[in-house]
Every structure is written in C-alpha cells, then in structure tokens.
C-alpha cells in the first residue's frame, strides 16, 4: 500500500520552461513534505520542504504547493535548467522526528 | 566527517552468503537510517536509530536483516543467507535530529 504516489514515471520539459511534478498521499497524518532529488550514483539530496500549516514555500527557483484538503503536492521548477535533469522524490512523515516515507520518483529531463 | 560515508559501494554476494554493509554518519548527528532501493522504486524504510538504541526496525522485510549501532556512531546492515531478491541499493542517512536527511551514496548489492 503506497502512502505516496508520483504517478508520472518521467517528464520532459524544454530548457526555460516551467516543471510541475505531482504527488498525491493517502496518510491524513502526515504532517510535513519534502522534494529529494537524485542523481545517478548519488545518494538523494534535499531539495525544499513544507509543513501543513502552509500551502505555498518558494526558494529560488523551486516553489512546492501543498493542497491539504486533496492531499495533493506538486514541485515547481522554474525557469528549468538542463541541470536540473535528475530524479526527483517527493516524500512524507507523520512529525518533523518521524521516519520519511518516500514516493517511487519522477524522472525529469530538461531539453536545451 | 564532511557527509555520510558508506562502504562497500558495489558488492556482488553468491545467493546464501552474508553480507555487511557500513554506514559512517556525520559527526554527531544523532539519528541513522537505513532505506532500501530497488531499481525504478524509491527508497523503503528499513530501520532507524537515535544514537545507540534502535527504535524502529519495522521494515526489515525478514530476519535475515539486522542493523546495528553499537556506539550511537558508525552502523552496520547485516543480511544473512542472501537472496536474489534483496538486490538493491542500501542507502544510510543521518540528521541532527531535524526532519533533513542526509544520504550517503548508498551501497548497490547484487545476489547471483
């Protein structure tokens, strides 16, 4: 049973452009979301996170939404950059001290 | 150290052996967690330990997976009587006790 889910495998966006990735959760309880991304032979780093009690966190050029009542997040990444083209895992936990449950990641290529 | 380190990076196991995966966290981060990815999935929860004491060992899928920590420092995966199915990439993350993982590189075991 999947508590989090990434339901596109992979996206594709030309360089400049905006990404939307999507994540959608089961869990009620969970309290705060993060993004993670990943390169290849590279352990995940940290990219942006939010609580519950807010619906929008922007850092330069990543901005994640949370919409509590559709248990729904997405990750935006703006202007995209071939840089950025890596795996990226959206990912939950009940309490800022609980284990982080992570989605199965969506794969993005940025096109120069 | 600078980052979490993990050894050995690849390991190559015949089915039935036992192997040893090590996780070097940052100095003095107190909590550890071990994840578990199988290719095209995201990391699973294996287990977690503040400084010495395991508190959560839920996902350890069998007993043939045991994790230790002797010192509330570096920590050890153990998989006995390997199977081909526990071929993945065993990734260690440690934080200071805030909600940010930091992951090593992760270790790729493949069972023949």
């Known amino acids: 049973d999947q508590q989090v889910k990434q339901n596109s495998p992979s996206l594709s966006v030309q360089e400049g452009r905006i990404s939307i990735l999507n994540c959608d959760y089961t869990?009620?309880?969970?309290?705060?979301f993060l993004w993670y991304k990943k390169y290849p032979a590279e352990g995940p780093t940290f990219l942006i996170s939010?609580?519950?009690?807010?619906d929008k966190n922007e850092d330069g050029r990543f901005t994640v939404f949370l919409n509590k009542s559709a248990k729904h997040l997405s990750l935006h990444i703006v202007p995209s950059q071939p840089g950025d083209s890596a795996v990226y895992f959206c990912?939950?936990?009940?309490?800022?001290?609980?284990?982080?449950?992570f989605g199965p990641g969506t794969s993005l290529s940025v096109i120069p | 150290g600078a980052g979490v380190s993990q050894s050995p990076r690849y390991k190559v196991a015949k089915r039935g052996q036992d192997v040893a995966l090590r996780c070097d966290p940052i100095?003095?981060?107190?909590?550890l967690f071990w994840y578990q990815q199988a290719l095209g999935q995201g990391p699973e929860f294996l287990t977690y330990?503040?400084?010495?004491?395991?508190?959560?060992k839920s996902g350890l899928p069998s007993d043939r997976f045991f994790a230790e920590r002797p010192e509330g420092s570096v920590s050890t995966l153990k998989i006995q009587r390997t199977q081909q199915e526990d071929s993945a990439v065993y990734l260690c993350?440690?934080?200071?006790?805030?909600?940010?993982?930091?992951f090593g590189a992760g270790s790729r075991l493949t069972v023949l």
């Open positions: 993350a440690s934080t200071s006790g805030a909600n940010v993982l930091t």
């Open positions: 869990n009620s309880m969970f309290d705060y």
């Open positions: 939010i609580s519950s009690i807010k």
């Open positions: 990912a939950a936990m009940k309490t800022s001290y609980d284990k982080v449950i």
């Open positions: 100095s003095g981060h107190v909590s």
């Open positions: 330990f503040q400084n010495e004491a395991q508190l959560d």
